[in-house]
């Protein structure tokens, strides 16, 4: 993603918004609000940035544009029990449905107490979509380069198949859908491995280190912004459904105790003893979804 792009999202923010801008290639729509404020000229059109910003993304969302999936939508709901639900105003965080129920699924017949974190390891939220669809997996929603938020299905009314965990069963035998039957699924989009996205629009990502299973690892980092759409999201979730547990690990090391019935918000590294996801998520910001008012 380029210093443009940042600068975008930088403002934006500001304006108490997380970016809609997918793929850092600017291939599907932006918000509503954020398209008055270009065209009222509210950004700070005179920064040399921004212009080059603006060439960018109007090139891209200017009146010829074809028509994409997202036209219409406004972003400020989210799919919950077959409801579609306002956002709350003030909230941060964009919401698309993206080919709902399309991914393979179960049917949800247990109370949701986890929710389970990763990164795709793709190279956008869309691109991660076809991959899940190809290996007939599944996730609840995916947190694209920019923030936006895409929902594949409605946590409360579909189980989705993203985390086999290792569960043992009581005689010792095999692992079976370990932790997606109460588990709402998170995947923050990153490709990780720095050779993947080299040449990419995201190859401006930070590398990161950070210890996993006791051993150190650097990877691509997530854009900010990617961090801030994830924990509004597990905040407005958490609101919505009391029975998601808020309770998380610092460490990222998988210690075999987690069941699928522990409430708490966990990565998959936590669930799933071979699993490196999600790499470089600051597990200890999750205190702030315990603490968030939505
Ligand atoms: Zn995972």
Known sequence: MNTAVMALQAMLRARGKTVVVVNGTFDAVTSNAMWAAWRAGDLNAADPTMVAARAEVCGAFGPNRSPGPWDGLAGQTILLGGKSLPLPPDVPLWVVPYNLHQLKHGLRQQTIVQ??????????????????????????????????????????????????????????????????????????????DPATAAGRADAGRELVTQKIHGRDLTRLDFYACQEEAGLALLK?????????????????????????????????????????????FPMNRLAEVAAGTW
């Open 115 to 192: 929710a389970i974190l990763h990164h795709d390891a793709a190279g956008s939220a869309e691109q991660c979509f076809r991959v899940l669809k190809a290996r007939g997996l599944s996730t609840h929603f995916a947190v694209d380069d920019c923030g936006l938020v895409l929902q594949f299905l409605d946590p409360l009314v579909n189980v989705a198949w993203h985390a086999m965990g290792e569960v043992r069963r009581e005689d010792g035998s095999s692992i079976e859908h370990g932790f997606n039957f109460r588990s709402i699924g998170i995947d923050l989009s990153n490709p990780v």
């Open 236 to 280: 407005v979730l958490h609101a919505r459904i009391p029975s998601l547990g808020t309770s998380y690990r610092p460490d990222a090391v998988w210690k075999g105790d987690l069941t699928r019935n522990t409430p708490g918000i966990f990565g998959h590294y936590h669930v799933a003893k071979g699993k490196i996801d999600p790499f470089g």
